[in-house]
């Protein structure tokens, strides 16, 4: 924690308030106005009022206690959260508003408007910047050749896309001189510390603005209401009040019912993908080409990594390919439910996976999959630009070199199975592999494996029976 400045020998008192007067005031704000026992919107603290009598008192904020902002970078989607939050920065921090939107795939409409419904808001300007191709490229392939999957279900569609929206806000922060960043993410989700752990590492001199972590509005009911009085134009009631995040790789869906893990999802919800049953009644197969652990082509046709996923994902959807229900322990510490669409990203992860079956021999497999665990926790946890991660992607990449080659694919309502996979690298051998012998291996010779792969069992067996 840093040096908080002291105030000795203080006799400011009014009004029941009291300056700070022990030396080591035990919080995070600077020294402020505070009044022991009562509660404060936005923060609290341990104060010791003396070196014999510590108390449990809690900060009131005052007027000028926030931080001096000048100029702030907004995360904005145009939804709900952001739409509220664009007028409540101006109206608390008194400071100009930039509005950034990061075009990662979430789709046409959801970007038709938003310049006008951000200055609207009070937003001097909007930013938009295309990341789709720098988006599936460098944060989505990453993880893909890694392996990487969340408590076994979760293919961290939103995990991926935080980083790269961060490393954005910090450049347009740069580009227009803004001394904060902002985001409306909750206090109880996991992307709060996955914008501002990038923050930390890109521009560490950023100050961070949290809204939620400040203002009076306890949910998304309350935000609605205040939308309302404001006349702030938000796509959502209190009929419809999913919470969704949407890019190229996915689109997740939680609150509502959703919050509670005995509800079925409602059919209705769904937007990337038809339901399994009403999927077409005969498979489609496609040819998924390789290279070094990342597709490039369909059924022959070299894409653009995000004009590739875009196209899986048509298909897929097509299928009911990706849907996804599952309760995942967030990384504050409570669990929580979401359902994720994934049609591209699905049928992108088999492909990967039974090439490498071709490619990476039985140890080498068995490292991956370890270090896939841990590489995936660390891009859950917001830990893109750790050093660690960075440090295991080029682990990823030597040991990817050869899962080059083909792998088709058969989709069928909501189904992904493998019909057949070549590499020129393929540690495969027919004339090995065969039931027939070979010049290669001796069948008579796994006698002897045997007998030394198993010794220590057998010398345990005849302890334990005393021969």
Not at 333 to 362: C, F, N, Q
């Amino acid at each position: 924690m840093a040096a908080v400045p002291s105030i000795s020998n203080s006799r400011l008192i009014s009004n029941g308030l009291a300056l700070h007067q022990e030396k080591r005031v035990c919080c995070l704000k600077k020294p402020h106005l505070l009044q022991v026992g009562k509660t404060s919107s936005l923060f609290s603290g341990r104060v010791c009022m003396s070196q014999s009598s510590p108390q449990i008192a809690t900060p009131k904020a005052v007027a000028n206690d926030k931080e001096k902002v000048n100029k702030v970078v907004l995360a904005y989607s145009g939804g709900l959260d952001t739409s509220v939050i664009v007028r409540w920065i101006r109206e608390n921090y008194g400071c100009e508003v930039v509005c950034f939107t990061a075009d990662v795939g979430q789709g046409e409409m959801e970007l038709e408007g938003l310049e006008k419904k951000a200055k609207g808001s009070g937003a001097s300007q909007l930013v938009v910047k295309d990341l789709k191709e720098e988006f599936v490229k460098d944060f989505i392939f990453p993880c893909l050749r890694a392996g990487a999957i969340y408590e076994r279900k979760y293919l961290l569609g939103t995990s991926m896309a935080r980083p790269v929206i961060a490393k954005a806000m910090v450049d347009v922060a740069r580009e227009v001189g803004a001394d904060a960043v902002a985001h409306g993410c909750t206090g109880k989700g996991n992307d709060q510390v996955r914008f501002e752990l990038a923050f930390f590492a890109l521009n560490p001199e950023l100050k961070v603005v949290a809204p939620w972590r400040e203002w009076d509005i306890t949910g998304r009911e309350d935000a609605i209401e205040y939308a309302k009085k404001y006349d702030i134009p938000v796509p959502v009631t209190k009929k419809s009040i999913y919470s969704r995040d949407r890019n190229l790789w996915h689109l997740s869906h939680e609150g509502d019912i959703l919050e509670d893990p005995g509800n079925e999802p409602e059919e209705g919800m769904y937007m990337m993908s038809v339901n399994p049953v009403d999927a077409p009644n005969q498979p489609e197969y496609l040819d998924i080409g390789i290279v070094k652990g990342v597709p490039v082509s369909i059924n022959g046709k070299e894409l653009s990594p995000a004009s590739l996923l875009a196209e899986l994902n048509t298909i897929g959807g097509k299928h009911g390919i990706g849907r996804i229900d599952m309760v995942e322990n967030r990384l504050v510490g409570m669990k929580s439910r979401g359902v994720y669409e994934t049609p591209g990203g699905t049928i992108m992860w088999h492909a990967a996976r039974e090439l490498e079956s071709l490619t990476l021999d039985r140890e080498t497999m068995q490292v991956k999959d370890m270090f896939a665990l841990k590489y995936a926790e660390l891009v859950y946890a917001g830990r893109w630009f750790d050093p660690l991660r960075e440090s295991m992607d080029a682990f990823m990449n030597k040991i990817t070199e050869k899962t080059t080659g083909s792998v088709r694919l058969k989709l069928y309502k909501g189904s992904v199975t493998v019909a057949s996979r070549t590499s020129p690298y393929s540690l495969y051998r027919e004339d090995i592999s065969s039931f027939e012998n070979g010049q290669i291996y001796n069948q008579g010779d796994a006698e002897g494996f045997i007998r030394l792969y198993g010794l220590p069992t057998r010398v345990r067996a005849m302890l334990e029976k005393g021969i």
